[in-house]
T-cell receptor, first 111, second 117 residues
Framework: NAGVTQTPKFRILKIGQSMTLQCAQD?????MYWYRQDPGMGLKLIYY???????DKGEVPNGYNVSRSTTEDFPLRLELAAPSQTSVYFC??????????FGPGTRLTVL | AQKITQTQPGMFVQEKEAVTLDCTYD???????LFWYKQPSSGEMIFLIY??????QNATEGRYSLNFQKARKSANLVISASQLGDSAMYFC??????????????FGPGTSLSVIP
């Protein structure tokens, strides 16, 4: 099993550009999450989903959007990128409310 | 208010010795879960150990054990026989039962552990 995969691994954006961070899991997990990790900090929840077609905001949703059209995929959309969105983005999934399994992360720099 | 506190930004331990990483939490829920994750310099997040609030025995996973003191609201991670590969950031996290169907997971700021040969 691949587990949780994320693409791209690295990306540099200019201010105002848009992009989509891809996340997929092959464990048939209902729950999926997007976190951001700023340098030297813990993780903050951006958005989460409890199943296909259901998404909700986390702690820091501003500037982001998500969709969950399938159980496997949970893309994160950045519109009008800002330097404050420079961070490492982690996608995770879990079966119910148990252990979360994390993807390798996407390192995003906005210049 | 910060819900997860890790008071040790950085720790050093001699190889083969045991080390305790502190974690205290704040919740009014009776039912919750506590996790520890390891993040090596490569960046991935690795699940280490889980303790449920109703579990009477401390959780153990190989060299990792969780010293759960419910009354003190602490969930310290103990790593026995430290290895060089244990050098990493360690995050304590808590799962709270929300009124909605989603159980929210909150992460602490992390502790950087360095194992000295």
């Amino acid at each position: 099993n691949a587990g949780v995969t994320q693409t791209p691994k690295f990306r540099i954006l200019k201010i105002g550009q848009s992009m989509t961070l891809q996340c997929a899991q092959d464990m048939n997990h209902n729950y999926m999450y997007w976190y951001r990790q700023d340098p030297g900090m813990g993780l903050k929840l951006i958005y989460y989903s409890v199943g296909a077609g259901i998404t909700d905001k986390g702690e820091v949703p501003n500037g982001y959007n998500v969709s969950r059209s399938t159980t496997e995929d949970f893309p994160l959309r950045l519109e009008l990128a800002a330097p404050s969105q420079t961070s490492v983005y982690f996608c995770a999934s879990s079966q119910g409310a148990d252990t979360q399994y994390f993807g390798p992360g996407t390192r995003l720099t906005v210049l | 208010a910060q819900k997860i506190t890790q008071t040790q930004p950085g720790m050093f331990v001699q190889e083969k010795e045991a080390v305790t990483l502190d974690c205290t939490y704040d919740t009014s829920d009776q039912s919750y879960g506590l996790f520890w994750y390891k993040q090596p310099s490569s960046g991935e997040m690795i699940f280490l150990i889980y303790q449920g609030s109703y579990d009477e025995q401390n959780a153990t996973e190989g060299r990792y054990s969780l010293n759960f003191q419910k009354a003190r609201k602490s969930a310290n991670l103990v790593i026995s026989a430290s290895q060089l590969g244990d050098s990493a950031m360690y995050f304590c996290a808590m799962r709270e039962m929300m009124k909605t169907s989603y159980d929210k997971v909150i992460f602490g700021p992390g502790t950087s552990l360095s194992v000295i040969p």
